[in-house]
C-alpha cells in the first residue's frame, strides 16, 4: 500500500505465454483485495509496453495498492516502473 503518497504508473510491460486479457486496478488491503478499481484493462493481448508522460500516469489514490490480475493461468512477465509521491 502507498500510505500517504500517490502512485503513478510510468511504464508497463508484459507477456504472456498465451493471449489474455489484463487488468492494471488499485485497491486497499493486501493485494488489493477490497475497493478494487479498474484503472486500465488490456484486451487479448500476449505481449505489449506502453510508457505514460508524469502528466497523464496512471494514478492509484494515496493509501491504495497497485495491482495486476490475467484472465488466464499461463505464466506472465510483468514489469511496471513507477513513481510514488
Known amino acids: 500500500l502507498s500510505g500517504t503518497t ?8 508484459l507477456t504472456t505465454t498465451a493471449t489474455e486479457d489484463v487488468t492494471l486496478s488499485y485497491g486497499t488491503g493486501a493485494a488489493c483485495v477490497t475497493g478494487t478499481t479498474t484503472l486500465d484493462k488490456y484486451l487479448s493481448v500476449q505481449s505489449f509496453a506502453m510508457d505514460f508522460q508524469p502528466t497523464a500516469a496512471l494514478r492509484a489514490p494515496a493509501a491504495n495498492g497497485l495491482c495486476v ?6 505464466n506472465a512477465q ?3 516502473i513507477y513513481a510514488q509521491y
Not at 69 to 74: K, P
Open 69 to 74: 490480475t490475467q484472465t488466464g493461468t499461463q
Open 78 to 80: 510483468v514489469t511496471i
Open 6 to 13: 500517490v502512485i503513478r504508473v510510468c511504464h508497463i510491460h
